[in-house]
Every structure is written in C-alpha cells, then in structure tokens.
C-alpha cells in the first residue's frame, strides 16, 4: 500500500526486501534492495545487503565500499559492522582496502581503530594492521597500541606481545623492569607497565610530580593485597629488586614486600620494604629466576594491619635488574 501511494518509500522497500530473504527469493530481494540503494544511500538495510551480496561473490572492494559507506550515514552501523570488519582484518585484501578508505579519513576512523584495539578480536591482526597503517600514518596512539597488548597476551600470544610492545615503549628489554621512577603519563597501561590495583578498598594510584612520579597508596584496617604489579619475562639468572620509599611508618608485620611470582604461581623470591626512617627508605634484595619459568610478575603486596589508621605510604623508585647491573 505505501509504495503505492509512494514508489520512493524506503521503508516499505526495506520490509519487502527482506520477507523476500527470510523467502529465499534471491532475486526478488536484489532487486528490491537496488532499487532502494538507488533511492537512498542512507538506509543501513540495503548496505548489508550490499555487503552480504558482495562477499558471496567474493568482491571484497564492494563489500568494503557498502561498509564505508554505511558507517558514515547511520548511526546504528558501528555496533552492528565494526565487530565483523574486525574480525575479518587477518584477511590481507581486507586490509590493504580498508587502509585505502582509511587514507580518505573517514569519520568512523577512530571507532574502528579502538575497536580494533580493545575488542579482543583478532588481536595478531590488528597489530599487522595498526602496522601496515604507518605506511598512511594511520592515527593509532600509544594507549591503542597497549590496550592492543593486553588482547594479545589474553591469547596466550606472549612472544607476539612483547614484540610489539618493545616497538612503542623505548628501551624495553627483557632482562629488567621499567618505568623505575613511575614517570609513564599515559591512559592506557599495557601489562608490562606499571598497573595500580583496582580491587575495592585498595587505593593505589601513580601520581605525576615533575619529570617522574610516585606510588601512593593506603588501605583501610584489616586490608591487605596487590598494590601495584608489572608482567616481566626474564631470562633465567639472578636478579635485583631495589628502590626508595617514603611516608611508610609501620610495624614490622603489616610492611609491604615485594615478590616476584612465575606465571604457574610459585614465588621466585621477596624483598622487604622497611620504614622509610631505615636507610632513606631504601630497599634492596636478591631474586633467581629458573629456567622453567618463562613467564612471571613482579608486584608491590601490602599486609593487613589491624591499626587504626590502616596501611599507607609511598614508593619513588623501584627497579628490578641483573645481578651486578648499574640499577
């Protein structure tokens, strides 16, 4: 009734076009989803139609160019396409078209680019992608850069993670920790930086003050747990955590340690963290990683204390490096 009353009425097109899919009326729907994409090009109904259509004929620029095309014009495109247009980056032609329509600076560049990066689809992929795109200087930051990390070591992709890690954060190398003074500004942190915790009743956090920063922390009576933690993967050897801190006032069975822990759990070893009055709050201790452990985490643990004031304090510097390194 509506197109006859109105030959251009989309919506009617949209209905019928797809009784004649839910039909198998392949070329019923073709021509309907046409007639309506000659119409307008502004109905997402019709583009993935397009799209579909396109990928069953195996024309990927097609395809690609119904996905551009949609993703500028509605609103409701990004949720529906951009999960899909991930997960097919591990295609190389699909990359390749897609950095060609990249380079034009769509709008729905950086929703794609995040998506890429924190969805947990495809992670390789889309480090082959963020990669690629250097060539158009495609705008992938830091922070997607690190989030992209996390989703590789959620795969188990450990050797790919730091890999792609150590091409973004200079001076990364395996056989020590990073970021010792806690200068790292950045919003997203990749596991193999400083991660504060985020557990309920913990408050740590790191603060920027002048070129570097500082570990505060406090926690409530009774509380204890992770204050902060950094992914390591260092060869086997004898190694050094060492450091400074300040404002830790405690007794000696509610002090912080920090422990370095392999992947399957077991401690390679802990070093103290004594008042900040000892030493000028220096810390200094000696951990061996065996062979069999490829993989570990080095962590800052607070004690529970059943004070009344409850555990704080904080840590300036902390480092983790060979034996007989200069720290």
């Not at 009734?1 to 076009?17: F, H, I, Q, W, Y």
């Amino acid at each position: 009734m509506a197109l006859r009353e109105d030959p251009t009425a989309v919506d009617a097109l949209n209905v019928l076009g797809l009784q004649a899919q839910l039909r198998s009326e392949t070329e019923r729907a073709r021509e309907i989803f046409q007639y309506s994409l000659l119409l307008t090009r502004r109905e997402l109904r019709p583009q993935i139609w397009a799209i579909e259509e396109a990928v069953n004929r195996g024309d990927i620029a097609a395809a690609l160019r119904s996905y551009d095309i949609a993703l500028r014009t509605s609103r409701e495109a990004p949720a529906l396409l951009l999960p899909n247009l991930v997960a097919a980056l591990a295609e190389p032609k699909v990359r390749s078209g897609l950095l060609s329509i990249m380079a034009s600076e769509p709008i729905w560049t950086n929703s794609f680019l995040n998506r890429v990066a924190t969805s947990g689809i495809a992670p390789a992929a889309g480090v082959t992608f963020f990669r690629e795109g250097e060539a158009i200087d495609l705008p992938v930051t830091d922070d997607l850069r690190a989030a992209l990390v996390n989703g590789l070591l959620a795969e188990g992709e450990t050797e790919q993670a730091w890999d792609y890690y150590s091409e973004f954060r200079r001076g990364a190398v395996r056989d020590r920790s990073r970021d010792a003074e806690f200068a790292l500004n950045t919003g997203i942190r990749a596991a193999f930086d400083w991660l504060p915790s985020t557990e309920s009743g913990i408050s740590a956090a790191i603060l920027q003050q002048g070129q570097g920063g500082i570990l505060d922390f406090s926690l409530p009576p009774g509380t204890g747990g992770m204050l902060v933690q950094q992914t390591q993967m260092l060869p086997p050897g004898t190694y050094r955590i060492s450091g400074s801190s300040q404002a830790i006032d405690l007794p000696e069975r509610s002090r912080p340690y920090w422990a370095l822990l392999c992947q399957d759990g077991r401690e390679l070893g802990r070093v103290e963290v004594p008042n900040s009055d000892v030493a000028k709050g220096s810390f200094d201790g000696a951990v061996s990683v065996p062979g069999d452990c490829r993989m570990q985490t080095l962590s800052l643990i607070a004690r529970a204390s059943d004070d009344i004031v409850g555990v704080s304090g904080q840590i300036e510097r902390a480092s983790l490096v060979p034996a007989g390194a200069v720290r």
